[in-house]
């Protein structure tokens, strides 16, 4: 049977395990190379048990939180949730490293979900409990582990319609605070038939996903289409992909898979990190589909990543654009799988005034084609000011209508109003609700190109400027500017709008960074056609991001113009002032060149003298704030930061280290004492001859 033939996610899940139970459907890949399987009959049993406990909890119709690692308890407890008619809300643990950062959202996802209960494992329960019991009214949420299991007899079949919620999906937040889309049984099933269509999976895919489970592509490509396409899909963690990449890629050669997808970054990063000797030992001949839907695709990072791996056989007839969001459940349109992708040069200065043509002069801009629309789903460019559709090939929003475009936000009835059941002036078809995605793009020779978001749009003088454009052209303006962490934005002057840019730096010398703002000016005048009239530099990693790594720009706006963005220099008008002062920066009566080692061992101190190296090579303005008893996540390490300082001590020093705890909020006294212990018990093979290094 099709996907789209189900009525609900758990009789599709349950046929599967009745005719093919046996099938291995899961394999959860951990950081030290150990693995964990689940058969559909083994999800079946489990997700039964669980699901039992929710049900005697009086949990069906009601909202409940997910809070787990990546890992198979994520993978049953979403399908318990499924499998008792509750309303999962996936979410993630609260960084106790980033607490300002990572409890916001957490507290705002649980009040407007109104979740009734916590799904979680006992450690974590234990750990979020000690940490942030206070916050949020926590204790009056029931807490649910996945050791509290039922005897499966004791659960009840539930009677789902198409229209039931399976669950919450809450996005990244990119323009705006988190909302709750409400996905519905009927909308996961028809997209899962789109998906298998346009990728053309059948039950011989294989495939590795290390995106995050608590997103749209994470969560649909990894725990729900596998069963409902059975497919056998290998799991990862993403902090383990950030930390090592290779990890991915080995994955893939070892075990011989034939699909994944990675976003802009992830390719760039691989291409980075990944050394000659690392691709000595990758075939990637096997690797038939790479998905990747960013937005939007650039084919500089296509073009990086085929150039550094076509040695190993990688393909890139394998690349796979394609377009979609959270709202329409999560694709929508997707490339052709038998060449390779569509790279079409615009022209410029047309582009800007919202036209679209092929380019004819050295004023050129390269997009990367997304396909065409998925069958049945109703795809429309219109201007988002008339409600008009535009005549081709000009830019507008997309607009999109069928069976996977979700019923709307959670509890905000006005926005969902807004968004979800917009109307096409044309009469013939003013009786059909669209979606409106808040994405700008345009159809051209048939293939769908996306060209960045409404909200994004810089108007200057006239001409539509797109902040992707800007931020890839200061990428690539000046050493010092850190890549993939520029925000573009648009400001009111009296005179009309403007363009600002923020960019992260490596340094806060003032003569580097004066260089850098005139090189930042003269890069976006000569590949975009505008010059910005402000430029912030600000310390590494402090760029707001959404969990998925978005660049927040209308955050990162306000938080300029209110001053509560860190800067190490503005420069508007050529002239660059002081901005506000930067809380990373090491207080400068410390002493910038004392380092306190730790006791007298000549090991410990030489680790410590190697944790201070490594941390200063991820944040080089660390400096003189090392101290060995400050947690690594005050240095301005962020949780992937951390984790990689973790996987450069282990590569170091050939050890394994319990990162999922040493992750939280670790001090450097206490990771030299891990590394320490660790060397202690192994005393024998090094870990490059272990195969860890």
């Known amino acids: 049977m099709l996907a789209s033939d189900w009525e609900n996610l758990v009789d ?11 099938k291995r459907v899961f ?9 964990e399987t689940l058969t559909l009959a083994g999800l079946d049993e489990r997700a039964r048990r669980l699901a039992a406990t929710l049900q005697a909890q009086g949990l069906a119709g009601e909202r409940v939180l997910l809070l787990f690692q990546p890992g198979l308890d994520y993978v049953v407890g979403f399908w318990a949730c499924l499998y008792s008619q509750a309303i999962a809300v996936p979410a993630y643990p609260p960084d106790p490293s980033q607490l300002a950062r990572t409890l916001p959202r957490l507290g705002g996802i649980l009040r407007d979900s109104g ?37 499966s007899q004791d659960w009840a079949p539930p009677s789902i319609s198409r229209g039931d919620l399976a669950f919450l999906q809450y996005t990244s937040g990119s323009t705006g605070e988190p909302k709750g889309v409400m996905v519905s049984h009927g909308n996961l099933v028809a997209n899962a038939s789109m998906i298998a269509e346009g990728m053309g999976l059948d039950t011989r895919m294989s ?11 994470g969560l649909i490509g990894g725990v729900i289409q596998p069963v409902l396409s059975r497919l056998s899909i290998t799991l990862m963690s993403p902090l383990g992909f950030i930390s090592r990449p290779i990890r991915w890629l080995s994955a893939i050669s070892r075990q011989r898979l034939r699909g994944s997808g990675a976003p802009n970054f992830a390719l760039d990063l691989c291409a980075r990190r990944i050394d000659a000797k690392q691709k000595a030992e990758l075939d990637l001949s096997c690797w038939e589909i790479l998905f990747t839907g960013a937005e939007p695709v650039r084919n500089e990072s296509l073009r990086r990543f085929s150039e550094a791996f076509r040695e190993c056989g990688f393909r890139p007839e394998a690349f796979y654009p394609c377009y979609g969001l959270a709202e329409a459940t999560v694709f929508v349109a997707g490339a052709d799988r038998s060449r390779a992708p569509t790279v079409r040069a615009f022209d410029r200065d047309l582009f800007g005034q919202g036209e679209v043509a092929e380019a004819r002069s050295a004023s050129s801009m390269e997009l990367v084609g997304v396909g065409r629309p998925a069958a049945g789903l109703e795809l429309h460019i219109v201007d988002p000011e008339t409600q008009k559709e ?12 069928g069976a996977s475009v979700t019923r709307g936000y959670w509890g905000r009835e006005e926005e969902t109003e807004r968004v979800f059941r917009a109307s096409l002036l044309d009469p013939d078809q003013a009786r059909t609700a669209y979606l409106r995605t808040g994405d700008l793009g345009f159809v051209f020779d048939g293939e769908l190109f996306v060209a960045g978001r409404v909200k994004d749009l810089i108007i200057v003088n006239g001409a539509n400027f797109h902040p992707q454009d800007v931020e890839e052209a200061v990428d690539h303006a000046h050493p010092t500017i850190r890549f993939g962490c520029t925000a573009a934005f648009g400001l009111e002057r009296s005179s009309g709008e403007v363009l600002g840019v923020v960019a992260e730096v490596r340094t806060d010398d003032p003569s580097d960074l004066t260089l850098a703002a005139d090189a930042v000016r003269r890069t976006v005048t000569e590949r975009v056609g ?34 509560s963005l860190p800067t190490h220099a503005i420069f508007e008008d050529r ?29 410990e101190a030489e680790l410590t003298r190697m944790a201070f190296e490594a941390i200063r090579e991820l944040n080089d303005e660390a400096g003189g704030a090392l101290a060995v008893d400050t947690p690594v996540a005050e240095l301005g390490l962020d949780s992937v930061h951390v984790v990689e300082l973790l996987a450069a001590m282990e590569e170091r020093c050939g050890v394994v280290l319990p990162m999922e705890n040493l992750a939280r909020g670790v001090t450097i006294r206490q990771l030299v004492r891990a590394v320490s212990d660790e060397l202690d018990r192994d005393d024998g093979p090094t870990g490059n001859e272990r195969g860890l290094g």
């Open 115 to 151: 979740a009734r209960a916590i799904l979680t494992t006992e450690p974590i329960r234990q750990l979020a409990q000690l940490i942030f019991e206070e916050h949020f009214g926590l204790k009056d949420v029931e807490w649910i582990t996945t050791s509290m299991l039922s005897a």
């Open 27 to 35: 394999t959860f890949l951990a950081d030290d190379g150990t693995e």
């Open 390 to 401: 535009c005549s081709p090939n000009r830019i507008g929003e997309i607009w999109v209508a």
């Open 12 to 22: 599709a899940a349950r046929a599967g395990s009745a005719e093919q139970g046996a």
């Open 530 to 563: 505008i010059t910005p009239e402000l430029i912030a530099f600000i310390p590494a990693r402090t760029l707001p991001k959404t969990s998925s790594g978005k660049v927040r720009r209308s955050t990162t706006r306000a938080a300029l113009l209110d001053k």
């Open 575 to 603: 002239t660059p002032s002081n901005g506000p002062p930067d809380p990373l920066a090491p207080d400068a009566g410390a002493g910038r060149s004392a380092l306190v080692l730790l006791g007298t061992d000549d090991r």
């Open 207 to 217: 495939g590795v996903l290390w995106l995050p489970p608590y997103h749209d592509m």
